[in-house]
């Protein structure tokens, strides 16, 4: 130990080190990085526009909108200058913080979600008590723990990774620095981290999970016990974009840390698991929730009719 080199810096292989891609791939992740900040910012700035979506769904969906800005800018501004630049390189602390924004972003989601999926529960399945159970105090303590409640459970691990000895080899096979391959060149005893992680993971996605679940249960149990088919389908349109969403976020993070591991083809297919992730999913975000709802479109037309006379 004493004789090794301490790491400063890591060198991110990114998505393919096949040179003729690489303009390809730049193409294509930064319309991709374009459409999601439009896509979530349309969202916001329509939502703060118009009274009529100051409500306490739309102001959920504006901080999800927010926080997926914020989850794809921490990642894709790095990963398109790598490819732009031959140095593909990133600090030790720029890694850790890289990793961490990840993680406390990405955890903040599944428990706003879980939030939203509550609002969406209350909403229906008890209607006459929605406005004295969601008032708007509520909805801001709410929207606050989701925040605290992501950043305190990955701020200690993320704490500990930073103090540990990187001795080499400094090269990391992704275009972030995730968790796993970071911690593959720790030359250090990690078990502590493995199994703080392990408990994080199972909290922060499996937990909020399964409260999702019960919380679309509910919902689902008491839309099909509408009588009126027109009333049912207006009750399952309320929600059918949220669990859209929720599918495709859950689906990716279970099946990319399923997945996870050291051979070149699972390394390869944790990199498109991660990219559809980290950028498909924020990206189509915004237009499952405004394509299939027809206030947003109606207060959209009349903006953009304003801004055109």
């Not at 930064?30 to 769904?57: E, K």
């Not at 399923?258 to 991660?274: C, L, P, T, Y």
């Not at 915004?286 to 801004?307: C, G, W």
Request: glycine share 4%; proline share 3%.
């Amino acid at each position: 130990m004493g004789n090794r080199t301490t790491i400063t810096k890591f060198v991110l292989l990114g998505l393919s080190e096949t040179c003729e891609l690489q303009m390809l791939i730049f193409l294509g992740l930064l319309l991709t990085y374009l459409l999601t900040l439009l896509g979530n910012l349309l969202m916001v700035v329509i939502t703060l526009m118009d009274r009529c979506l100051h409500t306490l769904m739309y102001c959920f969906l504006c901080n999800f909108a927010i926080l997926e800005i914020w989850f794809t800018s921490v990642i894709f501004p790095k990963v398109l200058t790598n490819i732009l630049t031959e140095y593909k390189t990133i600090s030790l602390p720029g890694c850790c913080l890289q990793s961490f924004l990840y993680f406390f972003l990405g955890t903040t989601e599944f428990f706003l979600l879980v939030v939203m999926s509550f609002d969406r529960y209350v909403a229906i399945c008890n209607p006459l008590h929605y406005a004295t159970i969601m008032s708007k105090r509520v909805c801001v303590q709410l929207v606050f723990c989701s925040w605290m409640t992501g950043f305190l459970l990955i701020i200690v691990p993320s704490f500990l990774v930073l103090q540990q000895p990187f001795c080499g080899p400094n090269i990391i096979n992704h275009f972030f620095c995730d968790n796993f391959p970071l911690l593959e060149l720790i030359c250090a005893d990690i078990t502590l981290i493995e199994l703080l992680g392990f408990v994080i993971a199972n909290v922060s996605l499996l937990g909020t999970l399964s409260v999702t679940a019960t919380c679309y249960g509910h919902i689902l149990h008491a839309i099909l016990h509408i009588p009126s088919a027109k009333e049912k389908q207006k009750a399952f349109s309320t929600c059918s974009s949220h669990i859209i969403v929720v599918s495709l976020f859950y689906g990716s993070c279970i099946f990319m840390y399923i997945q996870s591991g050291k051979s070149d083809q699972k390394e390869d297919r944790n990199k498109v698991v991660a990219l559809l992730h980290t950028v498909v999913t924020p990206m189509l975000n915004p237009f499952i929730y405004t394509l299939r709802n027809k206030q947003v479109k109606q207060v959209f037309r009349e903006q953009v009719s304003k801004l055109l006379l």
